[in-house]
């Protein structure tokens, strides 16, 4: 086991999948981590594929319809099942073959895509879950170790002069944005790979969360690598 994983007070450590989506985010406990150690070969699912546009949707059926190897076929029943789990649970997973996201470059002083440390809001009570098969993997940051950029005062500044309105619709403004959303990590933070297999379940910011937020960010894709993502 990773000893960052064990070491951080932001995450805890299921061995379950039952225990993944029943143990309850508490005090700085905003990541849980169903912890594995996989035998499959992900890489060959990966270069099977066709990649259609920059992030294609892979169906149970598109996996059924390749042919595989033994190793091949085992990462495909664990995808799979890892479906099926989040499904029955009653979650909408979506396995991705990624090439990457869009880029937000409409402001040099603030990105609003996820390559941008972010955290997800949600009106309704729900979690974020994400398993990396293959690829690079997301990180997260502890809430301590970073600050919405809509607090920090040059960047508010220049909110302020695009929003050019009431400043009572100036919150507003900032939400409907997602400005509020994103963060810069302070000089001495230390952001957390997920890393391969792991099965994660982040905290969403929504009406009744008992703890703040979990700040993640999508990866810098590996050169000529796709990413095989499960996210819902």
């Excluded at 990541?31 to 294609?56: P, Q």
């Excluded at 939400?175 to 994103?182: S, T």
């Excluded at 952001?191 to 990866?219: E, F, S, T, Y």
């Amino acid at each position: 086991m990773s000893d960052t994983f064990s070491a951080s007070n932001q995450i805890s450590i299921v061995s379950t999948f039952s225990e993944l989506v029943h143990t309850d985010f508490k005090g700085e406990v905003n990541a849980l981590c169903w912890y594995r150690n996989l035998d499959g070969d992900f890489k060959e699912i990966v270069n099977k594929l066709s990649l259609k546009e920059n992030i294609t949707e892979v169906s149970p059926k598109d996996l059924m319809t390749l042919q595989l190897s033994e190793k091949g076929n085992i990462a495909r029943e664990i995808i799979l099942n890892d479906l099926q789990l989040l499904t029955d649970f009653g979650a909408s997973p979506v396995l991705n073959l990624l090439k990457c996201y869009e880029r937000d470059n409409e402001f040099d002083f603030i990105s609003t895509d996820v390559y941008s440390f972010h955290v997800d809001r949600s009106p309704i009570a729900t979690d974020t879950f994400l398993c990396t098969y293959h690829g690079a993997a997301s990180d997260i940051v502890s809430n301590s170790q970073a600050e919405q950029k809509i607090l920090i005062p040059e960047i508010r500044v220049k909110l302020k002069e695009l929003h050019d309105g009431e400043e009572a619709e100036f919150e507003d403004f900032l939400k409907e944005n997602y400005f509020d959303l994103h963060y810069q990590l302070h000089e001495d933070a230390e952001p957390i790979n997920l890393g391969q297999m792991h099965l994660w379940r982040l905290a969403v910011d929504h009406p009744k969360q008992q703890v703040l937020p979990c700040i993640h960010r999508a990866p810098k894709e590996n050169y000529g690598e796709y990413r095989l993502l499960l996210i819902c």
